[in-house]
C-alpha cells in the first residue's frame, strides 16, 4: 500500500525543515543540502535528488525510502559508487498523489541518524572545515561534535558517518570540505541545533554579515569582482567542495551557466575565501583525485540540479 501523505504529518514536518534551511543562501547553494525525517522503524522522507531545499512541500520535492534496508547495507559494506546508488534508488517506495523521485545519493548517511536530519553547506561551518586549522578550533568550540576528514559524497561519507552515528540523541557532525549535518529527535530541536553552531561560529569568529544575492544574468557585480582579484585559474584549478566542483566550471565562470545557482555558490565560496584570508588560516583545497571522481558523478548520481 502506498504512503499517504495526507494521513501522516511527516510531509509537513520535512517540508518545515526544508524551507527553514533552504531558505537561507548562506546555509544552502543552487541544490546543496538536504533533509530527512523519520517515519517509525523502515520509512524515512528525504528531499529527492534535483530538487532545491526551499522548493519541497508537503505534496512533493521528495522520496520516501526505506531506510532500516540501508542501515542494514552500509553496516554489511555499502560497496562501490554505482552499486550504493543501484540499491540507495531500489529503496523508493510509492507516495500516494506523488510524482515518483530519486532518493540523493546522502540518503545513506541520513538513514543511520536519529529522526530529523538537517545537512547544509553552511559557510560559518565550512570555514572550519576548508581551513587547515579549523577542525582544531572546531574540537575547542564544539567538544562533543564530530570532525570527520574529507570523504566522496556516497558509500565513502556513510561508512565514516557509520562509525560514529548514534541512532538516538543530538548530533552533530563537521564534514570536511563539504558541510554540516545535524540530527535531533523533532524539527525544532533540529533546527535550534543547526541555529545554534552556526551562531556560535558566526560570533566566536567575529564574521562579517553576508552578503546580498542580487539576480544577474551573467556574473554578479560582486562575483565578478571577486573573480578578478582571486584569478579565474586559481578558482579553476584550487577547489574547495563538491559543489565547485558541479558549479563552478569554465563556462560557469564565463557567465554561461545556470547562474541563480552559480552565483550562490561563488558567493559562499568567494565569502569563506575571504574569512579564511582574515582569519590567517591556510585553505583546504581537495586532492586532484577527489575532483577527479565528479567528472563521473556529474552524470546524475550527484546531480548539481
Known amino acids: 500500500m502506498a504512503f499517504d501523505p495526507e494521513l501522516d504529518r511527516a510531509p509537513q514536518l520535512l517540508a518545515r525543515a526544508a524551507r ?39 505534496s512533493g520535492g521528495y522520496a520516501l525510502v526505506n531506510y532500516g534496508n540501508i542501515r542494514r547495507r552500509i553496516a554489511a559494506g555499502p560497496g562501490g559508487e554505482d552499486e550504493f546508488s543501484d540499491f540507495i534508488r531500489a529503496q523508493a517506495l510509492p507516495v500516494r498523489g506523488v510524482l515518483s523521485a530519486r532518493p540523493s545519493i546522502e540518503t545513506g548517511f541520513h538513514a543511520l541518524l536519529n529522526t530529523v536530519v538537517i545537512h547544509t ?31 566522496s559524497p556516497g558509500p565513502q561519507l556513510c561508512s565514516a558517518i557509520n562509525d560514529r552515528a ?3 540523541g543530538p548530533q552533530v557532525f563537521f564534514l570536511a570540505n563539504h558541510g554540516l549535518a545535524v540530527a535531533h529527535a523533532g524539527v525544532e530541536g ?20 553576508y552578503p546580498a544575492l542580487i539576480p544577474a544574468a551573467g556574473l554578479s557585480a560582486r562575483n565578478a569582482a571577486c573573480l578578478a582579484r582571486y584569478g579565474r585559474e586559481f578558482m579553476l584549478e584550487n577547489v574547495l567542495s563538491p559543489d565547485q566542483a558541479l558549479y563552478c566550471g569554465p563556462a ?30 591556510t585553505p583546504r583545497f581537495l586532492a ?16 548539481r540540479k
Do not use: W
Open 252 to 281: 560557469d565562470l564565463d557567465g554561461k551557466g545556470g547562474m541563480d545557482a552559480v552565483n550562490e555558490v561563488l558567493t559562499a565560496l568567494f565569502y569563506i575565501l575571504d574569512c579564511i584570508k582574515v582569519l590567517k588560516f
Open 166 to 168: 548514534r541512532a538516538s
Open 121 to 151: 553547506h553552511s559557510v560559518y561551518a565550512n570555514i572550519l572545515n576548508m581551513s587547515a586549522e579549523g577542525h582544531k578550533l572546531g574540537r575547542e568550540m564544539f567538544p562533543a561534535a564530530e570532525f570527520l576528514p574529507y570523504r
Open 20 to 58: 527553514a534551511a533552504g531558505s537561507r543562501p548562506d546555509l544552502t547553494q543552487g541544490g546543496g543540502g538536504n533533509v530527512s525525517v523519520k517515519i517509525g522503524a523502515e520509512r524515512m522522507l528525504v528531499k529527492a535528488s534535483g530538487a532545491q531545499l526551499k522548493d519541497v512541500t508537503a
Open 288 to 303: 586532484k583525485a577527489d575532483i577527479a571522481c565528479f567528472d563521473v558523478m556529474k552524470s546524475g548520481r550527484y546531480s
Open 190 to 209: 533540529a533546527l535550534e541545533l543547526n541555529e545554534r553552531v552556526n551562531d556560535t561560529i558566526r560570533r566566536g569568529l567575529s564574521l562579517p554579515p
